[in-house]
């Protein structure tokens, strides 16, 4: 009984640090000219530029925190707070946010002026990738 506790045990740990080593990638769609860099991006995705239309992610997940970590430096406590004094003060609202990968690659591909995050494995040929955060 132990040895089987041991076993799923290890599994489960082993899964955790496989989507913890997901590759993201930000993308755009894949008729967009523009390609904003990791900085521009950071901007976009905190409101303070306006060039691009972010599609963020609805729940704190795995790829969510690596991209804010990467690209913006910020904790989700760090982005709340944030986006709170922001709100507070009425000088800006979240970004629009989609449920999962899929929603998020349908939202920029159909739109030339987006910038999204996904998991790498899940961008298509509808969307160009800028760059990776492995």
Known sequence: MKLIIRSVTAIAVLGLSVLAQAEVAVIVSAGSVAAPSKAEA????????????????????????????????????????????????????????????????AKVANNPSAIGYVDSAAVDESVKVLFTLP
């Open 42 to 105: 950071a901007n976009i995705f905190l409101g303070k530029n306006k060039s691009f239309q972010g599609i963020d992610q609805k729940d704190w997940n795995p790829v969510k925190e690596k991209f804010y970590s990467e690209v913006t430096s910020k904790s989700e406590a760090q982005l709340k707070s944030y986006w709170s004094g922001l709100i507070f003060t009425g000088k800006g609202q979240p970004l629009p946010a989609e449920a999962d990968d899929a929603a998020v690659v």
